[in-house]
């Protein structure tokens, strides 16, 4: 069981997160991040 997250961060505060997980891969392109808690709204 392999698992891998990938920020790319070229349109900040948004940026697309791609989570891989056995083989598969989601890709959630325009995450938030808030700035001041730094948390990420999805």
């Known amino acids: ?3 891998a ?5 070229s349109d900040l505060p ?3 997160l791609t ?5 598969q891969s989601i890709r959630l392109p325009h ?3 808030e ?5 990420l709204m999805l």
Not at 5 to 9: A, F, P, R, V
Not at 19 to 23: F, G, L, P, Q
Not at 35 to 39: A, C, L, M, Y
């Open 1 to 3: 069981m392999k698992s």
């Open 5 to 9: 997250i990938h920020l790319s961060n």
């Open 14 to 16: 948004f940026i697309e």
């Open 19 to 23: 989570v891989y997980y056995n083989k």
């Open 31 to 33: 995450v938030l991040i």
């Open 35 to 39: 700035q001041k808690s730094r948390t």
